[in-house]
Nanobody
Framework: QVQLVESGGGLVQAGGSLRLSCAASGRPFSSYAMAWFRQAPGKERELVAAITRTGATVHYQDSVKGRFTISRDNANNRVYLQMNSLKPEDTAVYYC????????????????WGQGTQVTVSS
């Protein structure tokens, strides 16, 4: 299994930006498809963005398209989520997740999860 540690969360005003980082250790990072999920209070966990093992294909939830960018650095075992034009509705705990599949988007397909990082967007 791979171990995941997120960082980069915090408090930001609406319209601001944050960059989340997820550091992986354990099995070769390039063998995992990666994703960012989020969970707001009282709501179910939802997929924010996903990326294939090579980074060639990405997927975004409709509400973040054009504002968020997922990327990965296989040489340094990291995946990132650049979040721009943040809105109060983006407030949530953000989780990094890894899947042994070449491509995955359902939470059940991800076997490794980080501890989460809080993102709070004030209006």
């Amino acid at each position: 299994q791979v171990q995941l540690v997120e960082s980069g969360g915090g408090l930001v005003q609406a319209g601001g930006s944050l960059r989340l980082s997820c550091a992986a250790s354990g099995r070769p990072f390039s063998s995992y498809a990666m994703a960012w999920f989020r969970q707001a209070p009282g709501k179910e966990r939802e997929l924010v963005a996903a990326i294939t093992r090579t980074g060639a294909t990405v997927h975004y939830q409709d509400s973040v398209k054009g504002r968020f960018t997922i990327s990965r650095d296989n040489a340094n075992n990291r995946v990132y989520l650049q979040m721009n034009s943040l809105k109060p509705e983006d407030t949530a705990v953000y989780y990094c997740a890894a899947s042994v599949s070449s491509w995955a988007r359902a939470s059940a397909d991800f076997g490794s999860w980080g501890q989460g990082t809080q993102v709070t967007v004030s209006s």
